[in-house]
């Protein structure tokens, strides 16, 4: 069942029908929300229970929703959020050097039984590991989903100009990694 | 791995090299629509199905105890009926309209 934005919006805000609307709408955006957070953190199960969190904010903050952006647009904000958060936790639980995370993250994603990609892609990784979070997120989401720097700008609260160079410096940086690699 | 080509971004697939779990979103909707209380029209459909079962056996088991235990009673009225018509009948009477009947 596709419903308009508007409708949706409309079925969220009721409460007799805003289970089945919220249910629609996990549906609907589930995948998107889980690649997003999946290349921050990597692992499947971490990804697992970051996308839970997301949807059960999103659920708990309903009221909240004022439908003055659009409803992926709102998910994608708390997704980001959990992801940084995720992160940030896990970053303050180790007690060692900054890149002990990501060290971690790359470690992991060695291990995943659920990494199906080749060695190019596999170094590919490894390169965005190296970029600061921010520059990370904004690489991944306009190499790998093709999002828009307007969206973008929408979702992260940076301006589209501030994003365009940070995906430029990102993209210089992993060119680096691949040169240094040689 | 390290090789002596100078590899570019052009050369790498944008697809994500992730994988899931087989089934996973559609367990992952139903995870969640568990945990904000919401029954899917298929689990109210299987709900429903259930509850018709449900009502067609107590409809049979009610059924089977009321003609069971009309068919005891009936029984129980036959046997009273018998007993009082044998209190009521005077012997001496019956036999003579036996023989009444065969003299005629």
Excluded at chain 1, 115 to 124: A, E, I
């Amino acid at each position: 069942m596709n419903l308009s934005e508007e409708e949706l919006q409309k079925q969220l805000s009721d409460p007799r029908q805003r289970n089945s609307a919220f249910s629609l709408v996990v549906r609907m955006f589930q995948e998107r929300l889980y690649w997003h957070i999946r290349k921050m953190v990597m692992s499947h199960e971490d990804s697992n229970d970051v996308l839970q969190n997301t949807f059960l904010k999103a659920w708990n903050g309903l009221d909240g929703f004022r439908g003055d952006s659009q409803i992926s647009t709102w998910l994608y904000r708390i997704a980001t959020n959990e992801t940084l958060t995720f992160l940030s936790n896990k970053r303050m639980r180790s007690q060692n050097s900054m890149n002990e995370v990501e060290d971690g993250l790359l470690q992991n994603l060695r291990a995943d039984t659920y990494f199906d990609g080749n060695d190019l892609q596999m170094r590919l990784q490894e390169a965005i590991l190296t970029l600061p979070e921010k520059q990370r997120l904004v690489f991944n989401m306009r190499y790998f989903d093709d999002i828009t720097y307007e969206q973008m700008e929408a979702i992260l609260g940076t301006s589209a100009g501030a994003l365009k160079a940070s995906y430029h410096h990102a993209v210089k940086k992993i060119e680096k990694f691949f040169g240094e690699e040689e | 791995m390290k090789t002596n080509k100078k590899i570019t971004l052009e050369e790498i697939a944008t697809e994500l090299p992730f994988s899931v779990p087989e089934n996973y979103f559609e367990q992952f909707a139903l995870q969640i629509d568990r945990q904000i209380g919401y029954k899917t029209p298929q689990h109210r459909f299987i709900r429903s199905w259930m509850y018709a079962a449900a009502m067609i056996v107590a409809i049979f088991v009610v059924s089977s105890i009321f003609y069971s235990t009309n068919q005891r009673n009936l029984a129980r009225n036959a046997e009273n009926y018998e007993s009082y018509v044998m209190t009521q009948v005077d012997e001496p009477a019956v036999v003579d309209y036996y023989v009444n009947n065969q003299s005629k």
